[in-house]
């Protein structure tokens, strides 16, 4: 980026929340069923039906707003939002406008630079739209299945200054969802939707620029992509005098930028006013209260009694509690018994690797966190070393083998017996007189690779120590 340009960045989200049924009707709110099949006069807008409030899904939204720190509104009432579109039957779409179920929250980011606290504007509810297929020739067909399925819509403060922050917020965001249960959170299936707003200022201006929103952003590495691009191509236009519009644009991940979509609405342009066939009702405080206190932790609440029960570093624990089931499977190891640090280390420095090289999901890997906690128990008891620990581990990712059986059947335990590492120092000391005579002139990098050839003698099965310690002596 231009050092003499900040960017100004604010993210709207829709998440949608894992009901079994619809905001106003009963009908399935699952994702890939039969074309229109899950439709019925309410969510298909005929004259006469009417909508009913989904009472879990209400309650989803109230546990949404306490994670995120936010005030929870006394008093509920809906709105609709006039536009028309093929996808919605009604012409309408039930929101909330000026008195959203929760506002002025935030959440807090993990940065690099340290945590960033960042601003929430509100969290509402509303239903979602049908959805357009483009199907060739044929023409355009719609599917209501999703019509009036049930999301929250959470909106940032224009607090997000980097592409990195943008994803890092996306990150926390997604996981306190994820904590919380109420959403799968599944970006591929659309349940996790997210819009960008950005504009760019001169360093130092305090007054906003013209915004950009930025749609069909299909997971969060697009998000921060197409602010990169966008937040350059807005430098390069005012640094050219030109002007930048207020406008909908296109993010193509193909092409890798982003096109004017249509000039942007004002919220004057939706004309909105009450759902008169929602009554508004008040939202008792000591409801919220109750539903407060059962909220499970949450991601930064994990963090810290990872840092202060297990001794993790602020950066080990940020990574662990970042999906919910990871979290899970770190203190499945401690329980069967290894040292936290130990099973933090393996997890994050070979296990997740391994998996993302062989194309596994941490869900479906074939070893459990006690077959984890018995590898881990191997090194620690030095029946095998710190390298052949990661040989272990792929075969166990491979056969579902325990830790013992491999370690036997491929003969792998430690070599600790001094005469044998003696027996292999000896044919390395002999086999390389030039890295010996600069050892004892002082060169200490020498020293580590006579030790590299000793392991190498043994196949990797010395005990590093003692291999060290034997060179020592053998060399005076
Ligand atoms: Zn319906």
Redesign the pocket.
Known sequence: MSAEYESVIGLEVHVQLKTKS?LF???PAEFGAEPNS???P???GLPGSLPVLNEQAFLYGIQIALALNCRVAGRLKFDRKNYFYPDLPKAYQISQYDQPLSSGGHLLVEMKEGQKKIGITRAHMEEDAGKLLHEGRAGSVVDYNRA?VPLMEIVSEPDIRTPDEAYAYLTALKAVLQYVGVSDCDMEKGSLRCDANVSIRPKGETRLGTKVEIKNLNSFSAVKRALQYEIARQIDAAEKGETIFQETRLWNDERALTLTMRSKEEAHDYRYFPEPDLVPFTVSSDWVEDLREDLPELPAARKERFVKDYGLSEYDASVLIQDKDLGNFFEECVTAGAPPKRASNLIQSELLGMLYERGETFHAMKTTAAGIAGLIRLVENGTISGRSAKDVLADMLETAKPAEDIVREKGLTQVSDETVIAEAAKKVIAANPKPVEDYKNGKEKSFAFLVGQVMRETKGKANPALANKVLKELLG
């Open positions: 619809k009707c009963g009908c899950n439709t019925c309410v969510c298909l009036g």
